[in-house]
């Protein structure tokens, strides 16, 4: 029927025209039907959220997996950048090594060739007893 007022009045009329026993089946066939409906829901929306769940377990491994790769790679800059330095400070301490030593030798000849002491100190910029030490190991050598 195209007439909504005339078809909720039939509507109307067959739920009058019923019986209190067939008022009762029907709510109870109603129920069971709107129970169904609703579990059918419920299930959808649990398995819906269960989905989910296991999308935003499979992020979280993935972000895992990478915070753990990041975590490596920033433990092998770090061991990179420990090697450099202590290559660095090698290097440092052979040059500073290389240079008293350096200056060292160059005291000593001019020692050998008469220069005196505070012209000596100018040049190599040793210290007062770095030179006094060089004094003695010249004078353990001439001995």
């Known amino acids: 029927m195209v007439d909504k ?13 019923r019986t209190e026993e067939e008022r009762r089946e029907y709510e109870i066939r109603l129920k069971q039907i709107l129970d169904e409906q609703s579990k059918k829901r419920d299930r959808e929306l649990l398995e819906q ?3 989910e769940m ?5 992020e979280m491994k ?5 915070l753990k790769a990041e975590n490596e790679e920033i433990k092998e800059q770090r061991k ?3 090697a450099e330095k202590e290559e660095a400070e090698r290097k440092r301490l ?9 200056a060292k ?10 220069i005196s002491q505070t ?9 007062l007893q770095q030179f006094e030490v060089i004094q003695q190991e010249l004078g353990n050598k001439n001995k």
């Open 5 to 17: 007022t005339l078809n909720v009045a039939i509507r109307v009329w067959e739920d009058l025209s």
């Open 49 to 51: 959220e269960m989905e």
């Open 54 to 58: 296991k999308e935003q377990r499979e």
């Open 62 to 66: 993935m972000e895992k997996e990478e």
């Open 80 to 82: 990179t950048m420990k």
């Open 94 to 102: 052979e040059a500073e090594s290389a240079l008293k030593e350096s």
């Open 105 to 114: 030798q160059m005291a000593l000849k001019m020692l050998e060739q008469g």
């Open 119 to 127: 012209a000596i100190l100018q040049v190599t910029g040793l210290t």
